[in-house]
């Protein structure tokens, strides 16, 4: 059987037009829809509810995670300020205070606090770089310790929780798309616009 010989040039030919086309489809992927890796839920992301949402609830709501662990999943939701009267629970309040919202549908009279501060306060968790889940006395014995100025929170009222199985089948089902969380989305922007705008983002993220 006879072998056939194939020309240098025309193999080099071929290998450019692979090579070109490696480029062209690399290049479409990440220009068309500027679409990002898909991400999972941890703490410091946000649930973002798809317009689908059945659960009166939950529709169009933006939730940061603050606990995911096999145990379960806890948020706060962060884009729905309260009419309650924050003089309820600080008769005086500090400058630092920057709202009360509706945290979630669980234990709706409890307040947890996300605090904006440089330094770690004691008894704190963790989600974004300078932002910290603490209860209220600890926030404000916090800011009494020493200057605090810069540092910022937010009170909300009740929590958002999953078992395991029960986010992960509303995640297959399509009731929530991740994406990662941002201090500036907490404390800067309009909440009454976030969730429209990472709607929009969660739109570009493949799944």
């Known amino acids: 059987m006879k072998h056939r010989r194939h020309r240098p ?12 086309l490696a480029a062209a489809l690399l290049m479409s992927s990440t220009t068309v829809g500027l679409a990002q890796p898909a991400q999972v839920p941890r703490v410091g992301t946000f649930l973002v509810a798809a ?3 059945a659960d009166p609830r939950f529709q169009q709501t933006v939730i940061l995670l603050i606990r995911h662990d096999p145990g379960g999943t806890v948020g706060l939701i962060v884009n729905q300020p309260a009419l309650a009267d924050a003089n309820l629970f600080l008769p005086n309040l500090p400058e630092q205070f920057d709202g009360i919202f509706l945290g979630g549908p669980v234990s709706r009279l409890r307040p947890t606090v996300l605090l904006r ?3 770690p306060p004691e008894g ?3 989600v974004l770089e300078n932002t910290y889940v603490i209860g209220l006395e600890q926030t404000l014995r916090h800011l009494t310790k020493q200057e605090q100025s810069a540092a910022r929170f937010r009170i909300y009222l009740g929590y958002a929780g999953w078992t395991s199985w029960q986010l992960a089948r509303e995640l297959a089902r399509g009731d929530w798309q991740v ?4 201090e500036k989305a907490l404390f800067e922007d309009d909440p009454t616009r976030l ?3 990472l709607h929009r983002l969660a739109e570009n993220i493949l799944i």
Not at 9 to 20: H, Q, T
Not at 179 to 182: E, H, K, R
């Open 124 to 126: 704190s968790l963790r």
């Open 179 to 182: 994406v990662p969380a941002d």
């Open 195 to 197: 969730w429209k705008r």
């Open 117 to 119: 501060a440089e330094a």
């Open 9 to 20: 040039e025309s193999v080099l030919s071929s290998l450019g037009a692979l090579l070109g």
């Open 51 to 53: 317009e689908s949402m």
